[in-house]
Every structure is written in C-alpha cells, then in structure tokens.
C-alpha cells in the first residue's frame, strides 16, 4: 500500500492545477482507488481545506471526479465529513473552469449571518428539522409482500390445524433458512410473498394435512435486518445503519436532509453505481405523493448534488421562503409552491430584484408576464399589497339609523345617501349637516347643508355627492351638555349618575343601591352658584345644603329636588367603629381570631381570652408579631403583676404566639460544630460551649450572646476583665460571632502612605519656615 503522503499528493493534484484543465487532467490520470481517508493526518487534512479555500474548488467537484475514478461513496463520506468538520469553510458551488462563486441575493445579510435562520426559510428544510415527522418504518405493520428478503432477517413459521408445527428460522450469510424435517432453503432476494409460498410448498412435502387443506400455514416476519447506506450532500454526511424497511425519506431526515447548498429537486439514488431514481422533494411537499420515497437496499447511495436554481420570494403570498426551482418551470410555478397570493395582495406588478454581472436592478413584473416568466438563481420577488383606501366610497355617519360607508354612484345626492342609511333618527338635528370633501388639489372642503329645507323639497339643497364625500347629520344631543350628579360615602354604588329633569333626592339613593348600614341621618348636598356676572365681595362658590332623613325615607318634604353637578354626601354614623382582631396562634388551648373587646385590652387579657397555655408551651417563648417586628413578652412576669408596664397593651392586626417548650440549647456561628446540648439548671454559656467541642477561634468570645425563645437577646458584659455571660434558659440559642476578616495592607498601600506623611512633614517645614 502506498504512504500516506502519496494519497495527499494525489488529492493536491486536484487542488493545484488550474480550473480549465482539472476535468482533463485529473479525470484521466488520477486513481483514487487506494486512498483511505481515515489514515490521512489532521494536518493534510488542513492543507487540502485550506487549498480548496484559496482555489475555489469545491467538494462536490472533488466527489465527482473521486468517485468515477474508483472511489468508494463510503470512503468518499469519511473524507468529506474530515474536510467539513471543525466549521473550516468550503466553496460549495463553483463551475468548472470557473472562478466565481455563485451566492443567491434572495437571502438578505441578517439571514446570511444566521445559518439556522437561512435555513428555516428554505421551502421543504422543515421536513428534516421537525422531529415529529421522521418517517421511520412501522415495524407493527404487516410485512410488505414486495420486502426482498436477506441476510440477518428472520422469520417465524407456524403450521396450525389438524396439525401444528412453529419455528423461528434465520437467514445465514449463504443466504439460507434451515427448517426441521424439511430441510435448508435458499430465499436470499426473493420477495416475501415468494418465500412464503415457497416455504408453503416445501412443508407440504412433510405436513399431509397443509395439501389437504386441513391445516395452514402462517409466515411472519420477525426481526429485520439492518442495511448499510451512505448519504453524501446532506447536512450530516456519512454512513449509516438503518432497518432494511427505511425509505429514502427517512434516511434524508437521519442525515438532516440536503445542506445548505444542496438540492431538494434533483437528488439521486445510486445503486449498483447506477442512478436508478431522480427524488423530488417538492412533488412530495406540495401533492404528498410518496412515490419517490422507495425502499433502501444495502450500500446504496443517496447523492445530493448542489442546487441550480434558487429564487426567493416574499410579501403578500402565503409561504414566503426560497424555492429552488428545475428547468421548465416559471412563475407560476413558484406560485403554486408558496400557496398564492394572499388576500389583500397587489396583483398589478411585483417587485423583481436580480442580478447582473456588476450589480442589482429592480423590474417592474407586470400581470400579463407572470405565465412567461422564467426566474433565474438568485431572483428576489417582492409581492406588494393592495393601498389601504377605496375606488369607490362615500361615507355618512351620525344621526340615521344606518352609518357606515357606501358604494359611490355616479349621480347619487344627499337625499339618495340618507335613503340608504334608512333615514334620519328621531334626534337628527334639522337645521344643518356637513358634507367633508376633498378637493381636487387635496384640500378640504365644508358643506353646509340645511336638512330642513331639503326634507321640504328645496331641490337646492339636494347636493351631489363624489367619491369619498363624507356626510354628517348632528344629533340635538351633540348641543346639550351632558349633565350629571355625584353622590358618594356610605352608599352602596357611589359615583357619577346622569342627571334628568326633575331629578329627586331619593330617586338617587334608590339609583345607587341604597344606603349601607353605617349612613347616618345627615346627608350633605354641596350645590355650586350660579353667577352671570362678576361680584367683587362674593367669595363663595357652592352653597351646602343640609337634609336629615329617616331610613324609610318617608318623609317626602325632605325629598328635595336634585341640580346638574349636585355632590350628595352620605356621612358614616360618628360613633360606629368597624370590629378589629387579633390572632393568638401556637400552644395555647384555644388559639384563634379573637375581636378587641375595648381600647386597654393588653396581652395577659388575651392570653387568659385564650385558655392559658398548653402545658408542653415554653413561657420562655411568648411574643407578639407586630408587622414586621417581634416584641418579646416576659409571660412569668406579666402573669404575676397585670399591671406591669411589660403588659402591653394589643393592636389590631396583631399575632400573639408562643413556642413548644425544649429543653435543648442551640449553639451557632463560630463554634467546632453547630449542635444543641441538653438543658441543665444552673449551667453557664462556658458550659454548653465547651460540650458542643468549643470555638474553632474565629469567634469574639466578648461578643457572644444568647436568643431567647421569645425572641428577646442577651448579650455578654465585662466587669474588671471578667466576662459576665447571660443566663441560659430553656431554648435558648447561643451565638458566638465570627470575628471580621482583616484586609493585608499592601505595599503599595504601605508606600503611599509614607509618601503622603513625607509630603505632608515638608509641608509643615515650609509652612514653620514661613511662619518664622
């Protein structure tokens, strides 16, 4: 076998020669037969991309020319997903004895910059990311009866009837099935069907009763075999394991379908180094007929060659994308493959940005093209839409009964318009209505049309319309003011009432739902005064008018007449104050919401409200949660004298708790371990501290302090130098504080500072100096 630097140099002979003699050179000389691409060096595996690179030759060149000299699609695949790993860039579309890279302008820069997105806009790329829609073989069906046999299938044979026989056979490397008493048959390729009657036939030989009819025969297929094929073009390149029943649709969506710049229209099944189909993916797409997603057989080839045409489309159509486009094809075509126009699409002429040999131009596509024309790669066709305005409206709105818009008609008048609108309403206002209307130099103009007049038969009045002339009748409303009355305290629906003639006061306490049942009596009507002319002393601008009623509101000499803009308050009875509770929650016998009987209720009236304490309660541990604040009650104390200041009093909104009594003693921060150590009279914090393995000496022993149960903290004192530590109790959780971290002085900080105490002592020199 040659070395391995013979099989690059054979690869650099591609890669160095020009373009114009590659085909005739290269595909006469080279053999590729012996190259084995596994056992090139990441290295040469470099320099082959980074030469394809510089000359432009693409891989699919490469491919073609490897392949027709005797290199194996397999070990073609390992070379080209080698070249296409680690992102290194390649030219994917480069003619032969040319040095131009053909890139579509139907894809704009932000799409270029974003793989994934360019992707997603290609029609049919869908197809192979939706995970949902793989095409994976059922393997429940019943076997096709067309299924070729093979090597590694195997098959369940069951006799059944008057006579019963069942065997599994597998088919050897030799392509046979052995099976007891009727000896070894040879299926390798035959069809399923044909197997089965064949295997039929033969059993027949040693079971009688399958020739008599008496029994039957079954054959089912029972574990499929895998094939290997090699997919080139797509977007995971290689080789793969699949079941023998795989389509080539389902091989594609393993292999991501086509590339980037692979072909949707024209991929090849090769088989037998022969093409034996042409797959078009769009026939699928658009008509769902699978005829072009036949069965793999083992080491076939699916090639997919690089697009020749591809034209974007977007705008009012209803799939907007890029669309690769085969010979014959126009734009109508491409029409059908994005669904249409959409609705409110403008269908007079589109957009066409194409390319030409130094820069864009812009054609205008009229109608009477869309049959004849051919897109060309890299055509953009942008579909506009249709002007946001009407050809042919008038328009009339306000008092009739019917406003909204109308087709304008050559000759229609006023009278003709209101006709359509079924009339004026009984609220028209008849002395005038408007005509808006646009005039020929796009100003606007008023006409004032008087109704009265025109219902009369004043044919003068009876005015033309044209087109987008929009008609106005005034209600007799839109000249009144809308007048209302505000009422508001203990109503039940306070707020802003319409205000009619003759308006009472107790229609509207009836209106708004009533009084609540904290209204006092006394209603205060706040009435604003009217004044037409300017008085120099009047200062006041309302007048307060007050009514006492009573709850039935029977005495109709108070049911005083209402103004627009009156302010009815209803006042709250003085003396009313709305119930308030507090919440006793924890280990009292009878925790629950209770109501503040009176202003001086303090916690030993609610606790002894609550029953007292359970017996397992801690009277350590009683306090009261005030928002966000715990106030610490000392219960032994308060119990025995109500009238100690410590006896506060309680506040709505309040929680009074008390905790489970525990005799354990937390200790905490800087301490050998965390623990808790049983509770034993008369024991100091020296104690508990030393049996929890003492501070690890980090802590601030002059610090340490103790946390009570109801939340109250004691902290250790210092008498002549000797620590005073707080008692314990039962609970209780002992805290020693970890000392602050202390910052190492740099000396860069060290040196600034001697600088500045240098600066600062020749300052003083100077300064004395001075002085003297």
Do not use: W
């Not at 094809?329 to 066409?352: H, M, P």
């Not at 008849?430 to 796009?442: E, F, G, H, P, S």
Request: overall charge positive; hydrophobic content about 35%.
């Amino acid at each position: 076998m040659k070395s391995k630097s013979s099989y690059l140099t054979k690869i650099l002979l591609v890669l160095f020669i020009t373009n114009s003699s590659f085909s005739q050179n290269f595909l006469s000389t080279t053999d590729f037969t012996k190259i084995d691409a596994e056992k090139l060096t990441q290295g040469e595996i470099q320099k082959i991309k980074d030469e394809m690179t510089r000359k432009n030759i693409s891989i699919d060149v490469i491919e073609s020319a490897a392949l027709a000299k005797g290199m194996t699609p397999a070990s073609f695949a390992t070379l080209k997903g080698r070249l296409q790993s680690n992102s290194i860039p390649y030219v994917s579309n480069v003619q032969l004895g040319s040095n131009l890279v053909e890139t579509p302008v139907a894809v704009d820069k932000e799409s270029q910059n974003n793989p994934k997105e360019f992707r997603s806009k290609i029609f049919g790329s869908d197809l192979f990311t939706n995970h949902s829609l793989s095409f994976e073989p059922n393997s429940n069906m019943a076997t096709p009866v067309n299924y070729i046999l093979g090597t590694g299938d195997e098959i369940q044979i069951v006799v059944y009837g008057v006579q019963e026989f069942s065997t599994t056979a597998y088919i050897s490397k030799d392509g046979k099935i052995n099976i007891q008493n009727v000896g070894q048959l040879n299926i390798n390729g035959m069809t399923f069907e044909s197997a089965t009657s064949l295997i039929k036939k033969s059993c027949g030989n040693v079971f009688t009763s399958l020739r008599s009819g008496q029994s039957d025969l079954s054959v089912t297929l029972t574990k499929i075999r895998t094939i290997k094929i090699t997919i080139i073009g797509s977007k995971k390149p290689g080789t793969y394991s699949v079941s023998s029943l795989s389509t080539v649709f389902n091989a594609l969506h393993h292999a991501g379908g086509p590339d980037d710049n692979g072909s949707y229209r024209n991929i090849e099944l090769i088989r037998n180094n022969k093409v034996i189909r042409k797959i078009d993916i769009y026939k699928f797409i658009t008509t769902g007929d699978q005829s072009d997603n036949v069965n793999l057989k083992e080491n076939d080839v699916i090639r997919i060659p690089v697009y020749n045409c591809r034209v974007s489309i977007e705008g009012e159509v209803k799939k907007s994308g890029i669309f690769e486009l085969v010979p014959g094809e126009n734009f109508i075509t491409l029409l059908n493959y994005c669904s249409g126009f959409t609705e409110t699409a403008y269908l007079s002429s589109i957009k066409l940005v194409q390319n030409t040999e130094k820069e864009l131009r812009i054609i205008d596509l009229s109608k009477s093209e869309f049959h004849n024309y051919i897109p060309k790669t890299g055509d953009l066709l942008k579909v506009g839409s249709i002007l946001n305005r009407f050809e042919n409206r008038i328009s009339i709105k306000g008092a009739v009964y019917r406003p909204d818009d109308y087709s304008f008609e050559s000759g229609i008048k006023i009278m003709d318009l209101i006709s359509k609108a079924d009339g004026l309403t009984e609220d028209a206002y008849k002395r005038t209505a408007q005509i808006t209307r646009l005039k020929d130099d796009y100003t606007t103009e008023i006409l004032s049309i008087d109704l009265d007049k025109l219902l009369n038969g004043d044919s003068s009045q009876n005015v033309a319309l044209k087109k987008n002339d929009d008609v106005f009748v005034f209600s007799i409303f839109d000249f009144k003011d809308q007048l209302v009355v505000h009422i508001g305290g203990e109503i039940r629906n306070s707020g802003k009432y319409a205000y009619i003639e003759n308006l009472k006061l107790f229609d509207l306490l009836h209106q708004a739902g009533g009084m609540t049942i904290l209204a006092s009596k006394r209603i205060e009507i706040s009435r604003i005064i009217k004044k037409d002319e300017l008085i120099n002393d009047q200062k006041d601008i309302a007048t307060i008018i007050m009514v006492e009623i009573d709850s039935l509101l029977s005495d109709e000499s108070k049911n005083i007449t209402l103004q627009p803009n009156d302010v009815i308050q209803i006042r709250k009875i003085p003396i009313y104050t709305n119930q308030q509770t507090v919440v006793v929650s924890g280990y009292f016998l009878f925790p629950g919401s209770y109501t503040i009987t009176n202003n001086n209720e303090r916690v030993m009236d609610m606790i002894n409200r609550a029953g007292g304490l359970k017996l397992d309660a801690n009277p350590e541990g009683v306090f009261i949660k005030r928002g966000d604040n715990y106030i610490p009650i000392n219960y032994k104390k308060i119990s025995k004298e109500p009238v100690s200041i410590e006896n506060i009093r309680i506040q709505p909104g309040d929680e009074l708790k008390v905790k489970k009594y525990i005799s354990a003693i937390k200790i905490e921060g800087s301490i050998s371990s965390n623990t808790e150590i049983p509770y034993i009279v008369g024991k100091s914090v020296r104690y508990y501290i030393d049996n929890a393995g003492g501070s690890d000496g980090k802590g601030l022993k002059r610090k340490i302090y103790n946390k009570y149960p109801n939340g109250a903290i004691a902290k250790t004192k210092s008498f002549l130098f000797v620590k005073i530590y707080p008692k314990v109790r039962p609970g209780s959780v002992i805290v020693i504080p970890v000392k602050p971290e202390r910052k190492e002085i740099s000396l860069t900080a060290i040196s600034a500072v001697v600088g500045l105490t240098s600066t600062l002592a020749t300052m003083v020199v100077v300064l004395m100096s001075v002085l003297n």
